[in-house]
């Protein structure tokens, strides 16, 4: 028994390690594959935001209130 106990205590770190490696690729190969589509995403996001922050630059031109004038 004492040699089964060796080595399902050998076999539990390889196979979190060969989970962990298949892991690590199958992230890279998503990662490659919606590189493009989260970059266009964060693209118009950064765009968005410079548009706001530089393009708003003046006041609103709105018509002054009737007891004013």
Do not use: D, N
Not at 29 to 53: E, N
């Amino acid at each position: 028994m004492t040699r089964r106990q060796g080595s399902r205590s050998v076999l539990g770190p390889l196979v979190l390690l060969w989970l962990a490696l298949h892991a690590v690729l199958l992230g890279l190969i998503l990662g490659v594959k919606f590189l493009t589509a989260k970059m266009v995403a964060l693209l118009f996001l950064a765009g968005t935001l410079v548009w706001f922050i530089v393009g708003r630059k003046r006041a609103p031109s709105l018509p002054a209130p009737r007891g004013m004038v």
